[in-house]
T-cell receptor, first 113, second 112 residues
């Protein structure tokens, strides 16, 4: 039982390049989330999904797109990377219900030059 | 709007000292409250949670009590260890597509 995994662990991009971050969970969770973590700002929600085929915007969605084609996978895309997107990205999942715990992946460190 | 405010760090303590990290929240409904811990280079892990007023969450010597009257969920530990050095996040969840709101995190450094 791997829990939540993220690929890649680290990536360097040049401004304007594109990339996709992959999140996978093996707990059959309905809800999945993408956050970014910046110094002094805690975690900010980028996009989330309440089930296969659904996505919704979070607090800071601009510059990112997401897809949830399979229940176990949640992809985060950057179409044209900018230095402001340098951050650590975390994926999380939960089974639903206000009492449920979020399970986090190990994070992806992204540097945009 | 819904939000979480926690004390800024870093907090530096000597081993075996008493720890308090303050957390207050604003929520329109009846949230569940959580403390997560993040060790260097890792993702967040659940430390403890409380789902209704006056509940006490506890784990690994840490405790926090859900105080509705003061909208607080302060984290305490009677005797910290070097291995407790990490960043601690207070969070709340509301039954709104399970959105979670996180505080900005408090870094704890414990010196031997």
């Amino acid at each position: 039982n791997a829990g939540v995994t993220q690929t890649p662990k680290f990536r360097v991009l040049k401004t304007g390049q594109s990339m996709t971050l992959l999140c996978a969970q093996d707990m059959n969770h309905e809800y999945m989330y993408w956050y970014r973590q910046d110094p002094g700002m805690g975690l900010r929600l980028i996009h989330y999904s309440v089930g296969e085929g659904t996505t919704a915007k979070g607090e800071v969605p601009d510059g990112y797109n997401v897809s949830r084609l399979k229940k176990q996978n949640f992809l985060l895309g950057l179409e044209s990377a900018a230095p402001s997107q340098t951050s650590v990205y975390f994926c999380a999942s939960t089974d639903g219900g206000v009492q449920e715990t979020q399970y986090f992946g190990p994070g992806t460190r992204l540097l945009v030059l | 709007g819904d939000s979480v405010t926690q004390m800024e760090g870093p907090v530096t303590l000597s081993e075996e000292a008493f720890l308090t990290i303050n957390c207050t929240y604003t929520a329109t409904g009846y949230p569940s409250l959580f403390w997560y811990v993040q060790y260097p280079g890792e993702g967040l892990q659940l430390l403890l949670k409380a789902t209704k007023a006056d509940d006490k969450g506890s784990n690994k010597g840490f405790e926090a009590t859900y105080r509705k009257e003061t909208t607080s969920f302060h984290l305490e530990k009677g005797s910290v260890q070097v291995s407790d050095s990490a960043v601690y996040f207070c969070a709340l969840s509301l039954y709104n597509f399970n959105k979670f709101y996180f505080g900005s995190g408090t870094k704890l450094n414990v010196k031997p």
